[in-house]
Nanobody, 122 residues
Framework: QVQLVESGGGLVQAGGSLKLSCAAS????????MGWFRQAPGKEREFVAA????????TYADSVEGRFTMSRDNAKNTVYLQMNSLKPEDTAVYYC???????????????WGQGTQVVVSS
């Protein structure tokens, strides 16, 4: 199995940027599609972005399209989420996940990190 550890969250003003990292261990991320999800207080976990095993064909939620960029560095066994033009509604705990396909449903992912908190102030 694979272990995932997110980092890079924090407090940022609206309009600012953060870059989240998800470091994997145990297995190479080349074996997995990778996804980013987020969960705000009182809300369900929602899809943010997903990348296929090859790293191509990245998919984004409409709410983050054009502002967030997901990338993966197979040599470092790490995936990233660059978040620009942040808005208060982006405030949430952000999770990375590994699975067989780059899907929007959280249920399709096998492994999850512990999450990293992002707070965007207005």
């Amino acid at each position: 199995q694979v272990q995932l550890v997110e980092s890079g969250g924090g407090l940022v003003q609206a309009g600012g940027s953060l870059k989240l990292s998800c470091a994997a261990s145990g297995r190479t991320i080349r074996q997995y599609a990778m996804g980013w999800f987020r969960q705000a207080p009182g809300k369900e976990r929602e899809f943010v972005a997903a990348s296929s095993k090859s790293g191509g064909g990245t998919t984004y939620a409409d709410s983050v399209e054009g502002r967030f960029t997901m990338s993966r560095d197979n040599a470092k066994n790490t995936v990233y989420l660059q978040m620009n033009s942040l808005k208060p509604e982006d405030t949430a705990v952000y999770y990375c996940a590994a699975g067989a396909i780059a899907a929007m449903s959280p249920g399709t992912y096998y492994y999850w990190g512990q999450g990293t908190q992002v707070v965007v102030s207005s």
